[in-house]
């Protein structure tokens, strides 16, 4: 006989080695939900954050793992829990625990069910948070390894100009981009994309509010624009067209590898580029999304870099590369 799955889920916290600042929002700490799925000898694991400016926290994240147990338990794949729970963390967290418990029933590793490329090292973003400009170039110039940065914004123009101004001095070698979170109104996008232009700024994240993306319509620009409040699942990704460039893929939001994987080739298809991120987390929660980065243009998962301590094994940060360990997830073990 088949031997039934159990589900086992637990929250865990990891703290920040510092503050980290947004438009609106100050971190100390991440909270996350491991889910783990055995059946006999095997067993899978998936680790989510959820997105906070949906409010999809512990709590909620929890809460829908509990709703989907039942079905999970009795043998739903992957697909049926794409109908049992819409878009959130608490989905992610179940559907990287199928793939990863997939790749141990299998023998095969989950790049080659998900007909992924076979994963190598990665280019990323390493993230500089909101903070007074002459700090946030310190930080971009003792980050000497890094290649490719990405700065926080808070919408504050001025002061946001002289932040950018600051850390190209730092690091005239860089490529450099720099989100929003949906700092910004319509009217001030004009004088951010002259400021971004002028100091060689290569993408922009998110500007405008989710919900006032219509703002975008007929403003001239030369950097490209990504979404990513904007686009929070595969249903939202036909009406970025005309509007962004680029989606920014986060398993948290769209709810697993399954979905982001549908999302990229989706963009790919309508002319759209694609980036993966990450709502921070441990490198469990890494390991996904760099199978899903071998199909994108920018890659920023950059999480475990913020926090006081990580799993181990972890990933590794070289030469502005991310590099992810087969034993991390999503290979036979």
Not at 311 to 320: E, L, S, T
């Amino acid at each position: 006989m088949t031997k039934r799955r159990t589900l086992e889920v637990r929250v865990e916290h990891f703290p920040y080695a510092q503050p980290f600042r947004i438009t609106g929002h100050v971190f100390t700490e991440t909270a996350v939900v491991v889910a783990e799925i055995s059946q006999g000898a095997d067993r899978g694991r998936g680790e989510a954050a959820g997105a906070y400016y949906l409010k999809d926290d512990v709590a909620a994240m929890t809460g829908a793992i509990e709703r989907a147990r039942e079905a999970i338990e009795a043998g739903a794949d992957r697909s049926a829990l794409q109908k049992l729970l819409p878009p959130c963390g608490g989905r992610n967290a179940l559907d990287c625990a199928l793939w990863d418990l997939e790749a141990q029933q299998s023998g095969r590793p989950v790049w080659q069910l998900a007909g992924l490329p076979e994963p190598k090292p990665l280019r990323t973003t390493l993230t500089i948070g909101a903070d007074e400009p002459g700090r946030m170039a310190d930080a971009a110039a003792a980050l000497a390894d890094a290649t490719t940065l990405k700065l926080k914004l808070t919408g504050e123009a001025a002061l946001d100009a002289a932040r950018v101004e600051a850390v190209r001095a730092a690091r005239p070698d860089c490529w450099i981009g720099v989100d929003a979170n949906q700092g910004y109104s319509a009217g001030a996008l004009p004088a951010l994309f002259a400021t971004l232009e002028r100091h060689g700024v290569a993408l922009l994240e998110q500007p405008l509010a989710r919900g006032a993306e219509a703002g975008l319509d007929g403003i001239e620009r030369a950097i490209p624009v990504a979404a990513d409040e904007s686009a929070l699942s595969l249903a939202e990704t036909d009406a970025l067209v005309g509007r962004f460039d680029m989606v920014n893929i986060k398993l948290d939001k769209c709810g697993g590898l399954t979905e982001g994987i549908a999302i990229a080739r989706r963009a790919r298809e309508l002319g759209l580029d694609v980036m993966v991120g990450n709502m921070m987390g441990s490198s469990l929660a890494m390991a996904p999304s760099y199978l899903l980065g071998q199909l994108c243009k920018v890659v920023d998962l950059d999480g475990p870099t913020f926090l006081a301590r990580d799993r181990d094994p972890g990933v590794r940060y070289q030469a502005g590369n991310i590099h992810c360990p087969s034993q991390i997830w999503g290979f036979p073990r």
